[in-house]
């Protein structure tokens, strides 16, 4: 079982920038592709980015390319996802995710933190 818990969420202007990060405990991290995913108010949950767990691959969601990094730290069990020109469009409830392979698809996800408000004021 792995327990994911998110931080660094907040208000930010939009041009802004934030700094995400989920730390995880109860499982082999390494073993493990990450993913962040969104879901803004009255939407589905969506994907945002994903990375292998030796960090060599990284995907992303046409809407984060150029602005979203995803990263990991496998020494401290934490993944990132640093955001760079914030929009209002990117106001959502963050969740990092967890699975043995990356996956796209929010069915396929094995394990979900609790979620980190992002929220980009216009």
């Known amino acids: 079982q792995v327990h994911l818990v998110e931080s660094g969420g907040g208000l930010v202007q939009a041009g802004g920038s934030l700094r995400l990060s989920c730390a995880a405990s109860?499982?082999?991290?390494?073993?493990?592709?990450m993913g962040w995913f969104r879901q803004a108010l009255g939407k589905e949950r969506e994907f945002v980015a994903a990375?292998?767990?030796?960090?060599?691959?990284?995907y992303y969601a046409d809407s984060a390319k150029g602005r979203f990094t995803i990263s990991r730290d496998n020494a401290k069990n934490t993944v990132y996802l640093q955001m760079n020109s914030l929009k209002p469009e990117d106001t959502a409830v963050y969740y990092c995710?967890?699975?043995?392979?990356?996956?796209?698809?929010?069915?396929?996800?094995?394990?979900w933190g609790q979620g980190t408000q992002v929220t980009v004021s216009s």
């Open positions: 995710a967890a699975s043995p392979v990356i996956r796209r698809e929010v069915s396929d996800i094995d394990y």
């Open positions: 109860g499982g082999t991290f390494s073993s493990y592709a």
């Open positions: 990375i292998s767990w030796s960090g060599r691959r990284t």
